[in-house]
């Protein structure tokens, strides 16, 4: 936005002076220490993260305060998801979310903050790790000291690049949202027992792709995937070490499980060999993390 747009914008998200006077007191012009570490919000700085993240942020303590209602005593867990974004969430972004949320009484539990790099679906990290590391030390020390809350990962299936950095540094306060995983190992144990049902899956999901893909951040390039009906039965588990193939089968997912099959359930008749395929690969998981299966 140019400064006339900013200012405009920044103005209208307020219903009286009185409003805006008082987030401009709780942080224009504070310098905020956190663990070796100052952040200071100058008049653009404020006025630009304002119009980024204030309507959004009113929304989160809505949810909060609805959801204290319906609780009353009990306790639950709330987390703030602002990963899906195009650019990374900025240390001071983060500040002024939590500062803003923990002034009008909201606790959270975790935060996922779109982090630098890309967390694709399904495949490890891609970028700088000693980037990445430089700026979760940031977003920790900033959790630890308002709130000590969880730093969440979003498309945390198979980031085994990092799960060591995102334990140590976190003090083992984190969340990893792994969902995708569970499912690709199901669709393996497909290829592994039902190799002509599979390629079906294979074809529909192929065909479903550009629309599915809609949702998400992914550089697939489907070019590379080897022709399903060139492969021997045998071999077709070997898709699931490739990249593309992995998130071509996990992007379709919504799609696949909502496609009417004369088969009936997919995986039950080989559920111990699901179940087996998807302990390993979890353990996978918690043993990058440096922690012991119970």
Same mark, same amino acid.
């Given at each position: 936005? /140019?400064?006339?747009?900013?200012?405009s914008?920044?103005?209208e $998200?307020? +219903? /009286?002076q009185?409003?805006?006077?008082s987030? #401009?007191?709780? &942080?224009?012009?504070?310098s905020?220490? &956190?663990e070796g570490?100052?952040?200071?919000?100058?008049?653009?700085?404020?006025?630009r993260?304002?119009?980024? @993240?204030?309507s959004?942020i009113?929304?989160?303590?809505?949810?909060?305060?609805?959801? &204290?209602k319906l609780?009353?005593?009990?306790?639950f867990?709330?987390?703030? /998801?602002?990963?899906?974004? +195009? #650019?990374?969430?900025?240390?001071?972004?983060?500040?002024?979310?939590?500062?803003q #949320?923990?002034?009008?009484?909201v606790k959270?539990?975790? $935060?996922?903050?779109?982090?630098?790099?890309?967390?694709q679906?399904?495949?490890? =990290?891609?970028?700088?790790?000693?980037?990445?590391?430089?700026?979760l030390?940031?977003?920790?020390?900033?959790?630890?000291? @308002?709130?000590?809350?969880?730093?969440s990962?979003?498309?945390?299936s198979d980031k085994?690049?990092i799960?060591?950095?995102?334990?140590?540094i976190?003090?083992?306060?984190?969340?990893?949202?792994?969902a995708?995983?569970?499912y #690709?190992?199901a669709?393996? !144990?497909?290829a592994?027992?039902?190799?002509?049902f599979?390629?079906?899956?294979h074809?529909?999901?192929?065909s479903?792709?550009e629309?599915?893909?809609?949702?998400?951040?992914? !550089?697939t390039? $489907?070019?590379?995937?080897p022709?399903?009906?060139? %492969?021997? +039965?045998?071999?077709?588990?070997?898709?699931?070490?490739?990249?593309?193939?992995?998130?071509?089968?996990?992007?379709?997912?919504?799609?696949?499980?909502?496609? /009417?099959?004369?088969?009936?359930?997919? %995986?039950d008749?080989?559920?111990?060999? =699901?179940?087996?395929l998807l302990?390993?690969h979890?353990?996978?998981? $918690?043993?990058?993390?440096?922690?012991?299966?119970?």
């Amino acid at each position: 936005m /140019s400064a006339e747009q900013l200012n405009s914008a920044f103005e209208e $998200l307020f +219903d /009286s002076q009185a409003e805006k006077k008082s987030l #401009l007191d709780t &942080c224009l012009g504070r310098s905020f220490e &956190c663990e070796g570490f100052q952040i200071t919000f100058e008049e653009e700085d404020l006025r630009r993260t304002s119009v980024k @993240y204030l309507s959004a942020i009113r929304h989160v303590i809505k949810m909060s305060q609805h959801l &204290c209602k319906l609780q009353g005593e009990q306790p639950f867990d709330f987390e703030v /998801s602002i990963d899906e974004t +195009d #650019l990374p969430t900025s240390a001071r972004d983060h500040l002024f979310i939590i500062t803003q #949320l923990i002034n009008h009484g909201v606790k959270v539990t975790s $935060l996922a903050p779109r982090f630098v790099g890309q967390f694709q679906k399904a495949i490890d =990290y891609i970028g700088d790790i000693q980037t990445f590391t430089h700026q979760l030390k940031q977003h920790a020390a900033i959790a630890r000291q @308002y709130g000590n809350y969880k730093m969440s990962i979003h498309s945390g299936s198979d980031k085994f690049s990092i799960f060591g950095v995102m334990g140590k540094i976190t003090q083992g306060l984190f969340h990893e949202k792994t969902a995708g995983t569970s499912y #690709l190992e199901a669709i393996r !144990t497909v290829a592994r027992n039902a190799p002509h049902f599979y390629r079906q899956i294979h074809k529909f999901a192929l065909s479903r792709f550009e629309q599915d893909r809609a949702s998400y951040q992914v !550089t697939t390039d $489907l070019a590379a995937i080897p022709e399903v009906d060139k %492969i021997a +039965d045998g071999e077709l588990d070997k898709l699931f070490h490739e990249n593309n193939a992995r998130q071509l089968i996990h992007i379709t997912y919504g799609s696949v499980l909502q496609a /009417s099959n004369e088969n009936g359930q997919y %995986i039950d008749e080989n559920e111990e060999e =699901y179940m087996s395929l998807l302990d390993r690969h979890i353990s996978r998981h $918690l043993e990058s993390f440096d922690l012991k299966k119970r």
